[in-house]
Structure formats: structure tokens, C-alpha cells
């Protein structure tokens, strides 16, 4: 099934800021400073850029679209603004996919500027997401004290160990990989090294989760510059297609922390049925192909109940699929490469979206995965992207 676009479109364009957790920067400046780095990556000009797709909109200290856009000098003629979750990153993707290759624009800039530091997130923004009609929009139940999305993932993490078994010296395993990941990464902003007697020295935040299981609140700016196939070809890096792509599930089943059938939130208990993801057969791959997989590792459930949703293992086996560095760079299965959300920086995934680009580009330095041509996004809400050499 070919991607349902007139022409495939490519990443040819990535950057981020210096990646902070002093407070010292705006968002708009850390965007501002990823869109400047992405031009010069991809030897384009702001003229070039005439789509424009933001996730600065929101209370992290955000500007909206039209601002960004003046404040960049930019021109464009397709414009879309998202909050900051992460889990609209793949949506901002799809839709400069879209854009493109519907004609709406020649070169879209999807961009990130975070300033969770700056902003205060902690003491603003989670009260403000916790207090919307019905709650927020991690699943927050404030008249029941749920008020911060990582009592949500405890929840769910603890639903899921006590079903089928599990410890947090197992769950250790991710944070630590990703701190592996992020000390080979010169941009990460934990570089201390990590490992499982240092990780069971943290403190509990929401039992069973401790510290290094819970992202970073750091600021800084991502960009992805997407443009047709066809252009992409006279720029100077190789193009980085998107292949595929398929959307978020959301209802009465969904929790974005955790799998259906746990139970969790509105969910039923069970064990669903296997699902079908046609982000496969619209890239022409099969799982067996992909070389890396990048997820949104706000917490380290969310590694489990991706891996498990997507088929890497089944259900209830995840935590055994990351023991023995299977995850880690040289393992079947390298995942987030850069270090991640947990290690490198929150920059609402979108640094994970550069991080593949440059993995597939073959430019990851001492994080590179060997043989590297295919690599899929993917997350527990089941939205994927996956992205190979041409």
C-alpha cells in the first residue's frame, strides 16, 4: 500500500539549541536557535520555508504560530499549532507530510521550543492540566488526587507488575541503557554514569517508579525540515524518507501510559486481541526490519507497553525482552539512542526525531547503529512513523 501522498516526502533538515536546565533561555529562543541550526544542515534559507508547524502554543512558555513566524522572518502559506505533549509529535510529522505532499507547501519546518524550566512547569502547568473539564489530558483525576501524569504511569506500571509479574531491578534496565545512550551523546545533559545499584539509590517518586525512571525538566529547541523526495535530492544529505505512518487511538480502551486490557483508567481488564498496524505495509517493511526503535520515554512503562503493543514481544514479556543489553547500541534492539526524554533532554520527543535522522544519515558519532537503513517510531497510544534510506 504506498504512502497515500502525490510524491514521498523526506527529512533533509535537522538542529536543536544547547539543551539547558538553568532557566536562562525563552522557548522562542531555543526554537529560534533549532530552526537556525536545521537551515544550515539542510543548505536552505528561511525563503525556502513556507509551512510552519509549532508546538510552542501552549503554557510553556510559548509563543503561537503567527509570533514564531514573524519572529523567524518566515512566509508561510500552511500553518498548524499543537500543545507541547509529546504525543503530538508524530501528528506534526504526519501533517508536514501531508502539507507537502499535498501541495500545501514546498518546505515545512516542524519545530519545538520548550521552556519547562523557565516556565515553572511543576508548580504551573501541571496545575493547570490537572484542572481542566473532566481532568487532564494524561488521564489526571484531580477529584480523586490523581493531579500529575506520573501517578498515572506508577499506576499503571504497578497494574502491569502485579499481572504479570515484575520488579523495579527489571524495569532498571531502560533508564540505565538510556543513560549508556546519553553519556556517547555530547548534547545529553546527564552524562554521570549509571548503574543498577546507583539506580536503586534514587528515591521513589510514585512507587514503583524512582527518578531516573521519570523525563528530564530541561528546555530546549528541536527542528525537522521536511520537503518532497524529489528536492530533497539536490540537497546535500542523504534524504531520510518517511515510509509510513499511522495516527493515535484514543477512547474508552486508551490510557497513553499503558496498553489496552489493563485496566487502567477507563479501561477493561483482558487480554485484547493482537492489533493490526498498517504503518508496516504503508513503508513496504516488516518488524523483523527495523534497526532501532524510538519511543516516548516520559517514563520507563512506556518502553514496555510500546514494545508489547507493537509485537516486539508479547503480552506480559516486555520486561524480560530488555534485560541483557537487548536495548542497548550493539543489542537486536536499540532504543533511543540519544539518550531519550530520560537522559538527553524533554524536548517533547522531537530531539528523538533528529536523533533518527542523523542515526539513518549514518552521522550518530559513537551511538551509531551499525547497518543503520530503518528505524521506527512508535509509541504506547499506538502512533508511529517509520523512516528509512532511500
Not at 230 to 244: F, K, M, S, W
Amino acid at each position: 500500500m504506498p504512502l497515500p501522498l502525490r510524491t514521498q516526502v523526506a527529512a533533509v533538515g535537522v538542529g536543536v539549541s544547547e539543551f539547558n536546565r538553568d532557566g536562562s533561555r525563552s522557548a522562542l529562543a531555543h526554537a529560534a536557535d533549532a530552526f537556525t541550526a536545521a537551515l544550515d544542515d539542510a543548505a536552505l534559507s528561511r525563503d525556502d520555508v513556507d509551512g510552519l508547524i509549532t508546538h510552542l502554543g501552549s503554557s510553556m512558555g510559548g509563543v503561537d504560530y503567527d509570533r514564531l513566524a514573524e519572529s523567524l522572518g518566515l512566509h508561510v502559506r500552511y500553518a498548524m499549532q499543537t500543545w507541547t505533549h509529546g504525543r503530538f509529535i508524530t501528528s506534526s510529522l504526519q501533517l508536514g507530510a501531508t502539507a507537502v505532499g499535498m501541495g500545501l507547501a514546498d518546505v515545512v519546518a516542524c519545530i519545538v521550543g520548550i521552556s519547562f524550566v523557565a516556565a515553572g512547569a511543576l508548580g504551573g502547568d501541571t496545575d493547570e492540566e490537572g484542572f481542566r473539564q473532566g481532568g487532564g489530558s494524561h488521564g489526571e483525576t484531580p477529584h480523586y488526587g490523581m493531579t500529575a501524569p506520573g501517578g498515572g504511569a506508577a499506576m499503571a506500571a504497578r497494574v502491569y507488575f502485579e499481572r504479570y509479574g515484575g520488579t523495579t531491578e527489571q524495569l532498571a534496565a531502560i533508564p540505565v541503557a538510556f543513560r549508556r545512550h546519553a553519556r556517547l551523546n555530547p548534547q545529553s545533559l546527564m552524562n554521570e554514569p549509571m548503574d543498577l545499584e546507583a539506580y536503586l539509590q534514587q528515591p521513589f517518586i510514585v512507587e514503583p517508579l524512582r527518578r531516573p525512571d521519570f523525563s528530564l525538566v530541561s528546555d530546549g529547541g528541536a527542528c525537522v525540515l521536511l520537503t518532497s523526495l524529489e528536492r530533497a535530492r539536490d540537497l546535500p544529505h542523504p534524504p531520510i524518507v518517511i515510509g509510513g505512518m499511522q495516527g493515535i487511538r484514543c477512547g474508552a480502551e486508551e490510557f497513553i501510559f499503558a496498553t489496552p486490557g489493563l485496566g487502567v483508567w477507563q479501561q477493561t481488564v483482558g487480554e485484547p486481541a493482537l492489533e493490526e498496524h498498517p504503518v508496516y505495509a504503508m513503508a513496504g517493511v516488516s518488524r523483523e526490519d527495523v534497526d532501532s526503535l524510538q519511543t516516548y520515554d516520559a517514563f520507563s512503562p512506556n518502553v514496555l507497553f510500546t514494545l508489547e503493543r507493537f509485537g516486539f514481544c508479547g503480552r506480559g514479556e516486555a520486561l524480560a525482552f530488555v534485560q541483557g543489553g537487548r536495548i542497548e547500541l550493539g543489542g537486536a534492539l536499540p532504543m533511543n539512542t540519544s539518550g531519550g526524554l530520560l537522559s538527553e533532554a524533554h524536548v517533547g520527543a522531537m530531539n528523538h526525531m533528529v536523533e533518527i535522522v542523523r542515526q539513518l544519515r549514518g552521522d550518530a558519532g559513537q551511538r551509531q547503529v551499525s547497518g543503520c537503513e530503518v528505524i521506527q517510531w512508535a509509541t504506547p497510544w499506538a502512533d508511529s512513523l517509520i523512516f528509512h534510506r532511500e
